[in-house]
């Protein structure tokens, strides 16, 4: 007789997950602790792969055996997967933490006793995406791995990286989130379950914890969670100081408000209509598409082209908007079916690329739920084709969806110099699309620059002619759109191995009105910051400034430190790094040992999982020399935890999607409201000394 959770009459190792996050403002601090048990006579191994969000930082591993807790030391990946195997095999207790894709992880905890219970705990920090809403933030806990299509490559795992699925599956659960915000909590929801919310903790506005609001074994689709708090899109400079490594590390985020003229462009729709999007994602991208099409410019160019495992252009080249070419688009939004089969997106990005008109600038749009496996190939074909077209070629990206995969939807965006956004089947829409559609529209800002020391002097800034022409026009404010408002690349410095200030991302990404903007700086401890850094650039209607004050509290810890350096480790796995801008390498292809050696020395440093390190723990067991003797190696039983067959987005019994947890036993868009406050103006400060202090970071006053 098998007993606890079991797999084609297997047991099941992996008996509940518990998540506790805590949100700060614009950044996150994710626990996830999940409890592994022994029911077989045998030894075993149990290996379970779960999604995080692609931008988080992996920054702690800490296992518990019998009350005795041993904490993860990051290694080189191949490194920590020979010292495992050769740990298991004597024996010892041994725990690996793997980044499989940069949106899943894989867990293998090695040689469970009998009865044992093992206790694995995992943390991250990430950044929290706006949601297109005045001073809105949105927190997602990725639960489910959606089945991708096609092959997948370049797999340096332990044998058989292929995922299991039950649909009976039922780990236990429970998840805590706590706010505590530097201003007043003025309301929560959840657009993906129901959730219970309690405001004003302690008898403080700022502060609010939030629960599933029905007891459910496990889900079956991304937990979202929507934050309102006066003055979150205020701009904001902070510092944080890490003693450990003698640095500090600032911090400046705003979501920009301003005005410009739009100028007449190309834009193309692309819109996935494969059989992942069968059900409710693909009667949202209809209505997406239609609202879009009702939105456009007078004048502008316009194509549509679906696709899945073939694509079909509405129209041979973009057609002016004219009643005829309208009425033919509206017909084809309101008819999409996802009947394409699989998902097919390099072939109609390059389609695209290769026949969009020469003679204006293109902004394309791409809805999708993003579930392939090449999407390193994918990004490639992007970032080349926009280097190729300069400021004529950016792609925004719609993930559309219970289950996208943001991967694919994130490194698509950043590669096309747009930006990504995120609709659930039953969230609202409207605002997130009109805005990427006026965004598209207006020509693209040039010439960043960012002053964040004094001691700005260990920088090497290029020159601009293009600059020079329009630098007489009136100044122009990131921060006020009542006003009306080449490209050359960021500064670059004068040897990899001499960095002193390092920005992170080191490319300063295209800044968009309503789209938060959020860069880092890390400098040795004796550099000055500024007391104000400076954001400037220059836009077809003249040059742009903003002065954002630093807040005078030094915050004592390392979680902006480890934001950054994910951001140095992404833009080294993306090609825009430090090193792919430095003289040395400047049209030349870097060594991808150079990559991998960067990748691995920040890994190191900061404590971050990434495609090259890895968390590794070791359990070493007195008995197991005595138990051995005569043996040469342990035989371990593997198991792998399957995960859960998840909600289809059809109303058929096809299921398109699988899930971390599994299936929700209610679903809705169900909110808590919290009364209003008052409407925050714009021109007010929200910085206070409590920022981040929800981390349990001390803050001392800057001398």
Sequence with gaps: MSFGLTHKQLPIPLQNVSVEAYVV???AEVKITQTYKNVETDIIQATYKFPISESAAVCAFEVEIDGKKVQGVVKEAQEAVIEYNNTTEKGHGAFLLEEHHSDIFECSVGNILQGQIIIVRISYVIELKHDAETEKIRFILPTAIAPKYGVERNVHYQENTGFLFNSFIKYELSLLVECKMTSVITNIESPSHFISCEVNVDGNPKVARVTLGEQINYLNTDFILIIKSLGLDQPRAFIEY??????????????PKFSMNPILTELIFIVDRSGSMNGSSIRKASSALELLLRSLPEDCYFNIVSFGERFDPLFKQSEPNSPSSLSAALLLARTLTANYGGTEIYQVLKWVFENKRTNLPTAVFLMTDGNVWNVEEISELVKDNV???EDNLRLFALGIGNNVSSNLVESLARSGKGYAQFVTNSERMDIKLLGMLKNGIKSPIKDYKITWSDDDDNIIEDSSDDSKKINDKPVISFFNDDE????KRPSSYDFVNDLIIRQAPYEIPQIYSGVRFIVYCMMPKDFTARKNIILSAMSQDGPMKLEIPVDPIVLKGSKIHTLAARKLIQNLEDGTSYIHNHPKFRGKPVPASIIRKQIVTLGKTFNLVSKYTSFLAIDEREDVNEENENTDKVILFKRKVPNPLGESSSSSNTSNSHSLFGKVTQFGAATQPITQAPAFGF?????????????????????
């Design 683 to 703: 021109g007010a400060s929200a910085t206070q000394a409590s920022a981040f202090g929800g981390f349990g970071a001390s803050a001392t006053q800057a001398p």
């Design 484 to 487: 009306i408002s080449s490209s």
């Design 242 to 255: 890490d003693s450990e490594k003698d640095t500090n590390c600032l911090m400046l985020t705003l979501v």
């Design 387 to 389: 280097k190729k077209y």
């Design 25 to 27: 403002d614009m950044i």
